[in-house]
C-alpha cells in the first residue's frame, strides 16, 4: 500500500471515528434530556418512527466501526493473495456502514465514501473492484435522509438539535458542518494522491519497459555478434584445415613433382610430358585451395582495418611462389563506412582471382589513391588479356556494388597487355584532419 494513501485513509477513519461518536452522543444525549424533561410526548408526535434506545447509539456505532477496522487489518495481511476474501470483507463493511447510517437517523452518509476510498486500497481484482465500487455509490445516494422520508417519517437530526438553546444549536450546526466538510476534504485528497501514485506507477512501468525493450535490443545485438563470431570462428577454423592439410600436402607433392620433372627431363621425355600436366594440374588446384582460404576469410575485413586485409591478401598472393603482388597507397588514408571498405575489398579480391584464375599473371599491383573526398582504386596484372572483354559474374557484381555507391568503375584490356581494374569510388566522410 502507498504510504501517503495509508496515512491518509487512516485519517479519515479516525476522523469517521469522530463523527460517528459526535453525532452518537448528541442523539443519546438529547433523547435522555427530552425525557428527563417531560417533552418526550410532543418530541414523539413529530414522527411515526421510534426513537433507538439511548445507550444503543453509541455502544452499537463505536462496536460496530471498529470491527470495520478489524476488517480492514484483515484485507490488508490477505493483500492480493485472496480477492473473493477481500470482497466479501468489504460487504460485511458495507453491511456494517448501513446499520451505522440506520442508528444515526441516517442523518450521515460520509462512510460509503470511506468504503469507496477503501475499495481502491484493498481489492486489486478489477471486475470486483467495479462490483464494489458501483455497491458503495448506490448506498451513498440512496441511503439518505431525505430519500428515506419519503417512504417513512422518522426524526431527523435538526429535530434533535433545535431541542437546545440558540446558542447550542450554532455550536452544533458548526461542529457537524466541520466534520463533513473535513471529511470531504479528506476523500478528495485521497483520490488525488491515488491519481499521482498511478501515473507514478504509469511512468515507472514506462521507464521499466524502455528499459528493457533497449536490454532486448542490447542482446540481440550481442547475439548477432556472438552468432558472427561463431560463423567466423568455424570459418577460420575450415581455412586452417584446409591450408594446413590439404594445402600443404599438395605444396609437398608440387615440390616432389618439381624433383621428379628434373630426374625425367633427360631421361624419360614421356614421363616428363606426364610430370608437367600433373605438375600445373597440381599448381592450380593449390591455387584453387588458396584462393577457397581467402573466400573462407573474406570476413577479415571486419575485424581488422581495410589496408591490413588488402595487405593480408598481397602476402597470401606472395605466398603461393610463383606470382608477386603489391600493394601501394598513395594520400592520407580516410576512415571508411562499412559498406564503402566491404565493397573495396570485394573489388580487389575479386580483381586479383580473375587474374590469378585467368590471366595467368606473374605480376599484380593493387594501388589505392585516397583523395578529398574521393577513393581511386586500381588492380593491374601482366597477365594474357584479352581482345574482346565478356562480363560474367564476377565483374557484374563489381560494377553493382561500385554503383549502389555513387562510383563508377572500367575495365581495360588487350591480349598480351595484362587486365586493369579502375574504380572511383566517392566517399562519405572526406578527408580526416
Not at 431527523?156 to 452544533?172: C, G, H, M, T, V
Request: charge should be negative; hydrophobic fraction near 45%.
Amino acid at each position: 500500500m502507498n504510504r501517503s494513501l495509508k496515512y491518509v485513509y487512516n485519517t479519515i477513519y479516525l476522523l469517521n471515528l469522530v463523527i460517528i461518536g459526535f453525532l452518537s452522543l448528541v442523539i443519546s444525549r438529547t433523547t435522555y434530556m427530552i425525557c428527563d424533561s417531560d417533552q418526550a410526548r410532543d418530541f414523539l408526535e413529530l414522527a411515526r418512527y421510534l426513537p433507538h434506545i439511548p445507550w444503543h447509539v453509541p455502544l452499537y456505532n463505536i462496536v460496530g466501526f471498529l470491527c470495520v477496522g478489524i476488517s480492514n487489518m484483515w484485507k490488508i495481511h490477505l493483500g492480493d493473495k485472496n480477492p473473493i476474501v477481500s470482497f466479501n470483507l468489504c460487504l460485511f463493511d458495507l453491511a456494517v456502514y448501513i446499520f451505522i447510517t440506520f442508528q444515526l437517523n441516517y442523518s450521515y452518509k460520509g462512510l460509503f465514501l470511506l468504503l469507496g476510498a477503501g475499495v481502491f486500497l484493498f481489492i486489486q481484482n478489477i471486475p470486483l473492484r467495479l462490483v464494489s465500487i458501483t455497491l458503495s455509490m448506490s448506498a451513498f445516494i440512496f441511503f439518505d435522509y431525505d430519500i428515506i422520508t419519503v417512504r417513512a417519517t422518522m426524526v431527523s437530526l435538526q429535530d434533535y438539535i433545535n431541542f437546545y438553546a440558540p446558542q447550542a444549536q450554532i455550536s452544533l450546526y458548526s461542529a457537524k458542518s466541520t466534520l463533513d466538510s473535513l471529511n470531504l476534504m479528506l476523500i478528495v485528497l485521497f483520490f488525488q494522491f491515488l491519481i499521482q501514485s498511478k501515473v507514478k506507477e504509469n511512468k515507472e512501468f514506462i521507464r521499466v519497459n524502455n528499459e528493457l525493450t533497449d536490454k532486448i535490443h542490447e542482446l540481440e545485438i550481442v547475439q548477432g555478434k556472438l552468432e558472427d563470431a561463431a560463423k567466423l570462428k568455424e570459418r577460420n577454423r575450415l581455412a586452417h584445415e584446409i591450408h594446413d592439410i590439404l594445402g600443404h600436402s599438395l605444396t609437398s607433392i608440387s615440390i616432389g613433382l618439381e624433383a621428379c620433372i628434373e630426374v625425367a627431363k633427360s631421361t624419360a621425355p614421356a614421363l616428363y610430358e606426364r610430370l608437367i600436366k600433373i605438375k600445373h594440374a597440381t599448381d592450380r588446384g593449390l591455387t584453387d585451395i588458396r584462393r577457397s582460404v581467402r573466400e573462407l576469410k573474406s570476413d577479415a575485413i571486419e575485424k581488422s582495418s581495410l589496408l591490413d586485409a588488402l595487405a593480408e591478401l598481397a602476402s597470401d598472393i606472395n605466398a603461393m611462389g610463383k606470382t608477386h603482388a603489391t600493394l601501394r597507397i598513395c594520400g592520407t588514408p580516410t576512415i571508411l563506412d562499412g559498406d564503402e571498405e566491404q565493397t573495396v575489398y570485394r573489388l580487389v579480391q575479386e580483381s586479383l582471382t580473375n587474374s590469378l584464375k585467368h590471366g595467368q599473371a606473374k605480376e599484380l599491383h593493387i594501388e589505392l589513391e585516397y583523395l578529398e573526398h574521393e577513393l581511386r582504386v586500381m588492380v593491374s596484372d601482366d597477365g594474357i588479356g584479352c581482345d574482346s572483354l565478356v562480363k560474367h559474374f564476377g565483374l557484374e557484381h563489381i560494377e553493382e556494388r561500385v554503383s549502389l555507391l555513387g562510383g563508377k568503375v572500367s575495365f581495360t584490356s588487350h591480349l598480351g597487355g595484362g587486365f586493369v581494374t579502375s574504380a572511383s569510388i566517392p566517399l562519405r566522410r572526406g578527408r580526416m584532419g
